[in-house]
T-cell receptor, first 112, second 118 residues
Framework: QKEVEQNSGPLSVPEGAIASLNCTYS??????FFWYRQYSGKSPELIMS????GDKEDGRFTAQLNKASQYVSLLIRDSQPSDSATYLC????????????FGTGTQLKVEL | GAVVSQHPSWVICKSGTSVKIECRSL??????MFWYRQFPKQSLMLMAT?????????EQGVEKDKFLINHASLTLSTLTVTSAHPEDSSFYIC??????????????FGEGSRLTVL
């Protein structure tokens, strides 16, 4: 079982729609969860971080965390073509330090 | 916010040569930096943790004699790919936590270095 799992996609949504990206993780003791956006050929860019159960909103982005289900998601409202990228879910496990485990990423395509 | 700069952004070298990649924290001190490698259409895989003033910690399966890491100052870590081979061609990305000792897991990434070994 992979430590962090994501559907590779591509996930296609029309412009203006809500894009929903999902991620599950195996380390039940994980405490920190992150969503990174990665454009082709570029390095990852931090979009959202979430540490407690529930929702966290920042502009058009909402991260949702359910530790009981070991599930974290990212919603993108009013999707724009510029949101087209690969979204990486990253989890900090129970080990010390800042070591993150990344999922394989979900490719999002926002179509005009 | 915290800025991590990486150089070179891309490099092409001949098989058997060595290549050095630099990673700098521009506006903060980084006692720890992380080196990741990403093959096409795959996720980031942690190669090693670079520790200022001490030896790097390598992940399982990463050859420490091939991927030399030096973290000589609080703002600079280097990765040297020695005797590079075509299978080492990849996107190498460094990262650092924005706060020394910060344990939330948040990381800021350098721009990445694309290595092509002919």
């Amino acid at each position: 079982q992979k430590e962090v799992e994501q559907n590779s996609g591509p996930l296609s949504v029309p412009e203006g729609a809500i894009a929903s990206l999902n991620c599950t993780y195996s380390d039940r003791g994980s405490q920190s969860f992150f969503w990174y956006r990665q454009y082709s050929g570029k390095s990852p860019e931090l979009i959202m971080s979430i540490y407690s159960n529930g929702d966290k909103e920042d502009g058009r982005f909402t991260a949702q965390l359910n530790k009981a289900s070991q599930y974290v998601s990212l919603l993108i409202r009013d999707s724009q073509p510029s949101d087209s990228a690969t979204y990486l879910c990253a989890v900090k496990g129970t080990g010390g330090g800042n070591k993150l485990t990344f999922g394989t990423g979900t490719q999002l395509k926002v179509e005009l | 916010g915290a800025v991590v700069s990486q150089h070179p952004s891309w490099v092409i070298c001949k098989s058997g040569t060595s290549v050095k990649i630099e990673c700098r924290s521009l506006d903060f001190q980084a006692t720890t930096m992380f080196w990741y490698r990403q093959f096409p259409k795959q996720s980031l895989m942690l190669m090693a943790t670079s520790n200022e003033g001490s030896k790097a910690t390598y992940e399982q399966g990463v050859e420490k004699d091939k991927f030399l890491i030096n973290h000589a100052s609080l703002t600079l870590s280097t990765l040297t790919v020695t005797s590079a081979h075509p299978e080492d061609s990849s996107f190498y990305i460094c990262s650092a936590p924005p706060k020394a000792g910060g344990g939330t897991g948040e990381l800021f990434f350098g721009e990445g270095s694309r290595l092509t070994v002919l």
